[in-house]
């Protein structure tokens, strides 16, 4: 059953002939109402379904819709969601809309060859102004102001303290993630103890950590985050280092990794296909993060030498890993539909990416370089709310990770699958393989190859590069 909070807007109103040909209802329009019935459509919001398919039939006037092409399909859903202004709800409509048309009514083959959950999820989330690819143009201010919560009550020497730090960190070129983390532990801390900054003692940490372990029952890793963040405060907050005596630590060991057996990797990725399908494949080929994936550029991906160049990853590292066959030829027909976008979007004077760190004042007019482009872009172009520049970002992660939750269902893996499961399953079937594990380190980009080792116990064999993908045995 659809859930009318994401596909259908409260607002909608009308009877279900409002929209039809002035001849009245054919018998293809009943047999499209009658569809829409069968679909879990609201009878209250398919005029609007019949408005969007008028609009398709006008586009296309005195065509079969039968021989309407898959490009030409795609080219209606680019030019849909390249429309300004338009609410979430409407974009997903209308392709929810032509779907129903032409792959369940008409049956168009061509059709089925579409991207449709692609093109469903572009009037999905856009990047937040606080997302982590565009978080480090915000302000430290703004960035403090939109990680407090609504019922957050700070003093003002609080937030003044979170403020310096994220300068502090930023000057330090930490990654942004650990920038959120350590402001958000300080966040918490601070909330916790109720006291103002220069009130707050090393004893106080120590309780903080202590109702950690005791009450909240989080995990070492958890704790051990909390305290790296209070020792971060102590040493560039109150210029002092922190010393604790008697917190208790937490017990609960961390969690081994969800790994999925090869059959059941082929058995999920079999259920996905399209834009989702192939990144998917590259986390799993690769063992690409979820956000290292979708912020691949084309400058980083070599076809020549087989290969993809991993930026600016976990600890502001870069590394290689090698691009798999299995799924060369696809992505670069990807690549080729990207670059006809990216053509349009010049035409049109909308070729604006972001760039990172100084970046874009050091090369004015490097984000309209194709090199720069996203290569898993958006279907839809963004407004930035500041500075009113359009840009074509990267999908949002969440997307993807619902794509393969949902293609995890479907196989029938009766196991938790994450975006990052993928990741693992790469790490463990290449020790299978007996790929040594400084090996796997390198490729995973892990700093100290302790953290490999929780995928396996096997025995290092080394000497056996060239790396051969997963995704290829």
Do not use: C
């Amino acid at each position: 059953m659809r859930k009318p909070s994401t596909i259908y807007p409260s607002s909608a109103r009308g009877d279900s002939t409002s929209f039809l040909p002035a001849n009245g209802r054919g018998s293809h329009w009943q047999r499209f109402f009658d569809l829409l019935a069968r679909s879990g459509v609201p009878e209250k919001y398919r005029p609007w379904y019949a408005r969007h398919v008028k609009a398709l039939l006008v586009a296309f006037p005195g065509r079969k819709l039968t021989d309407l092409t898959t490009e030409e399909i795609t080219s209606y859903l680019r030019d849909l969601a390249r429309e300004s202004g338009k609410p979430v709800w409407r974009l997903r409509q209308q392709v929810d809309a032509i779907r129903l048309l032409l792959v369940d009514l008409v049956r168009s083959k061509a059709a089925r060859r579409v991207d449709w959950a692609f093109w469903a999820e572009a009037g999905g989330r856009e990047l937040e102004p606080d997302h982590p690819t565009l978080a480090r143009e915000l302000e430290p201010e703004t960035a403090v102001a939109l990680g407090l919560r609504a019922k957050d009550r700070l003093t003002d020497a609080s937030t003044q303290l979170l403020v310096d730090l994220t300068r502090t960190i930023r000057s330090m070129q930490y990654s942004i993630r650990t920038e959120e983390t350590y402001r958000d532990w300080v966040r918490r801390f601070l909330l916790w103890s109720g006291k103002e900054p220069d009130e707050i003692d090393d004893a106080e940490v120590s309780r903080f950590l202590s109702h950690l372990a005791v009450e909240k029952k989080v995990s070492v890793n958890t704790q051990r985050q909390a305290l790296n963040a209070m020792a971060f405060l102590f040493r560039h907050g109150f210029g002092r280092e922190l010393k604790l005596d008697g917190y208790r630590a937490a017990k609960r060991p961390p969690r081994l990794p969800v790994v999925l057996s090869r059959d059941e990797v082929k058995a999920l990725l079999a259920q996905m296909s399209g834009l989702y399908g192939l990144i998917a494949g590259l986390m799993y080929g690769t063992g690409m993060r979820l956000m290292e994936a979708v912020r691949l550029r084309v400058q980083d991906v070599d076809l020549t030498r087989d290969m993809i160049l991993v930026r600016d990853g976990k600890g502001r590292k870069d590394r290689v890993v090698p691009l798999p066959k299995t799924y060369k030829a696809q992505l670069e027909a990807h690549l080729e539909d990207r670059r006809a976008v990216f053509e349009l979007d010049r035409q049109r004077g909308e070729v604006e990416v972001f760039l990172p760190d100084a970046l874009a004042r050091k090369y004015p007019s490097a984000a309209g370089e194709w090199i720069w482009q996203y290569v898993f872009a958006s279907g839809r172009l963004s407004v930035d709310p500041r500075s009113g520049r359009v840009r074509r970002h990267h999908i949002h992660e969440t997307s993807l990770q619902k794509a393969i939750r949902e293609a995890a269902r479907v196989a029938g893996i009766d196991k938790r699958v994450s975006s990052h499961t993928l990741r693992h399953s790469f790490a463990t079937h290449l020790l299978e393989a007996g790929y040594d594990i400084r090996t796997v380190q390198e490729l995973l980009g892990h700093a100290d190859v302790s953290t490999t080792m929780i995928y396996t116990h096997v025995l290092n064999k080394p000497g056996l590069p060239p790396v051969v993908s997963p995704a290829d045995f």
